[in-house]
């Protein structure tokens, strides 16, 4: 099956600074999601970005399906930013997700 | 749009009993469901494909008769642990394919089961 690398497993911030979180997947895509997940566990969704890049307020995501990878830049991050940012991808024709591992973030005051 | 909901939040059991978990699309239908589980500090693992009127499809390794899972209607799902014991613990997640025809997942809040 499909296999989902994210990196840094971990991230420690200032807050005002900006990040960038990259996904690596190993097999075409129909499905990519980046969600955020809080401290309760409910999983937030960010972007639906099979490919092309999209702005959300602070938050923007790429994903270069090609090269078989996305990235999320979070700028002037916030201390409500904190919590585990969640890649999950959809092989090409299955409706099943695939998590990777997630990146702990921490935004410090 | 695309609100899922699961009922209860949280429960906490005694071993051997069954704890019955609800997820509802509030604001649409969804043909297919799915339900998730979650360790500490772990990712999330696909338990099931819950497609509504036919049987569910179950991951490799996911016991069916310990994971009974229904989507008798258009927007609920109900996942049921039968027997229920210490290992089954866990934070339970569904989750609902966008309407539209988009591959997009929208997830409920979870369950936490704790199981005495």
């Known amino acids: 099956g499909i296999q989902v690398e994210q990196s840094p497993p971990d991230l420690i911030l200032q807050e005002g600074a900006n990040s960038t979180l990259r996904c690596n997947f190993s097999d075409s895509v129909n499905n990519l999601q980046w969600f955020h997940q809080n401290p309760w566990g409910q999983l937030i969704n960010l972007f639906y970005?099979?490919?092309g890049t999209k702005q959300n307020g602070r938050l923007s995501a790429t994903t270069v399906a090609t090269e078989r990878y996305s990235l999320l830049y979070i700028s002037s991050s916030q201390t409500t930013d904190s919590g585990v940012y969640f890649c999950?991808?959809?092989?090409?024709?299955?409706?099943?997700?695939?998590f990777g591992k997630g990146t702990k973030l921490t935004v410090n005051p | 749009g695309a609100v899922v909901s699961q009922h209860p939040s949280w429960v906490i059991c005694k071993s051997g009993t069954s704890v019955k978990i609800e997820c509802r699309s509030l604001?649409?239908?969804?043909?297919?469901m799915f339900w998730y589980r979650q360790f500490p500090k772990q990712s999330l693992m696909l338990m099931a494909t819950s497609n509504e009127g036919s049987k569910a499809t179950y991951e490799q390794g996911v016991e069916k008769d310990k994971f009974l899972i229904n989507h008798a209607s258009l927007t609920l799902s109900t996942l049921t642990v039968t027997s229920a014991h210490p290992e089954d613990s866990s934070f339970y997640i569904c989750?609902?394919?966008?309407?539209?025809?988009?591959?997009?997942?929208?997830f409920g809040p979870g369950t936490r089961l704790l199981v005495l």
């Open positions: 999950a991808v959809g092989e090409g024709g299955s409706e099943k997700l695939v």
């Open positions: 989750s609902a394919r966008a309407p539209g025809g988009y591959w997009a997942q929208y």
């Open positions: 604001d649409f239908q969804a043909t297919t």
């Open positions: 970005i099979p490919s």
